[in-house]
């Protein structure tokens, strides 16, 4: 299994402005990369971490052991952020990081089913105990809705003759497998787009997010992050597509900007100024270094902004 690599590990955790005492929430666990980072660095503060993934859940808690004691694991999925740490009579933070992208591990753990490289059982849950599956999705979703589906959450062009060829093909026998579902999507779209790169890709990334409703949940998640920022206290985003950067992008511009109604006076009365500002103007991307280390990381995107009132 191939070891899994924080993406911009430093300038998310550097952006963060972290200091000793800071508590601090981890939103996407994993395997403990960002959240290993942030422990040594809050030696008399404390981390929460969300994950649902027992396997990352087990593998990161030995991880930070190794580290400090002052960390919490919250088996949950982040869309619980508030209400858990409520629970816990923690009603403001430092700072809140999410890292959007699906873990080395979990790509290349063949019974995962995310990848279209091995075969494996359509699954791609992040959360084991979910009941929806990829299979679910594959087998069982009208053609309308898998169009649909592809060409929201992968912004799949040729989204119709792959739904159609899925169709026709699960009439004969069901599709069980990744590799049977990525010939599929490779003989349904031309010969020179399969020259390019996997044709597979998207429709995976738009199973996946249909799978973990990672879109659904985001937007409201990051709503409740924000609000649990003490001042000065930052929200650090790495997403790994469009879609996501869209989401967080929106969110990040609607809450840092000056109400529209006085955007135009020459002096703005304290109470129109936002709450927040960006911390960087544009996203902060990888290195060449980095993309050179590790492939996975060439789509990500960090974004970060402040509490200033």
């Keep these: 299994m191939e070891k899994h690599i924080s993406v911009l590990l430093f300038e998310s955790i550097n952006a963060l402005n972290l200091e000793e005492n800071s508590v601090v929430v981890d939103c996407t666990l994993g395997y403990g ?14 981390l929460f971490a969300f994950d649902q993934d027992e396997k990352a859940i087990s593998s990161a808690r030995e991880r930070l052991s190794q580290i400090g004691g002052n960390f919490t694991i919250i088996d949950r999925n982040f869309k619980y952020l508030k ?3 409520m629970r816990r009579g923690i009603t403001e933070v430092n700072a809140i990081l999410f890292d959007l992208g699906v873990s080395s591990p979990q790509l290349d753990d063949g019974e995962r089913g995310f990848s279209y490289h091995q075969d494996a059982p359509l699954d791609m849950r992040m959360d084991q105990r979910s009941k929806l599956t990829a299979w679910d999705v594959v087998n069982t979703y009208s ?11 992968g912004e799949e062009k040729y989204a119709p003759s792959i739904a159609r060829r899925i169709v026709k093909s699960r009439n004969e026998k069901s599709i069980d497998t990744t590799l049977e579902l990525a010939e599929i ?20 990334q738009a199973i996946r997010i249909e799978v973990n409703h990672e879109l659904d949940i ?23 597509h469009s879609l996501e950067d869209r989401i967080v992008k929106h969110v990040f511009r609607k809450m840092s900007e000056v109400d ?10 304290p109470d129109y100024l936002p709450d927040y500002k960006l911390v960087f103007s544009k996203a902060i991307v990888p290195t060449d270094e980095e993309i ?9 995107k960090l974004r970060v902004i402040e509490r200033i009132k």
């Design 33 to 46: 990369g960002h959240s290993s980072e942030i422990l040594k660095r809050i030696k008399l503060g404390h």
């Design 83 to 85: 209400e858990e740490l």
């Design 143 to 153: 053609e309308k809705d898998l169009v649909r589906i592809f060409y929201t959450y």
């Design 185 to 204: 999507i490779r003989t349904s779209v031309p010969e020179k787009v399969r020259k390019k790169s996997h044709p597979a890709r998207k429709v995976f």
């Design 218 to 240: 985001l937007e409201d998640s990051l709503m409740d992050a924000l609000s649990l920022l003490s001042v000065h206290g930052r929200l650090a985003v790495i997403t790994f």
């Design 260 to 269: 529209p109604k006085v955007k135009g006076l020459p002096q703005i009365p």
């Design 292 to 300: 050179a280390d590790n492939y996975r990381s060439r789509s990500s």
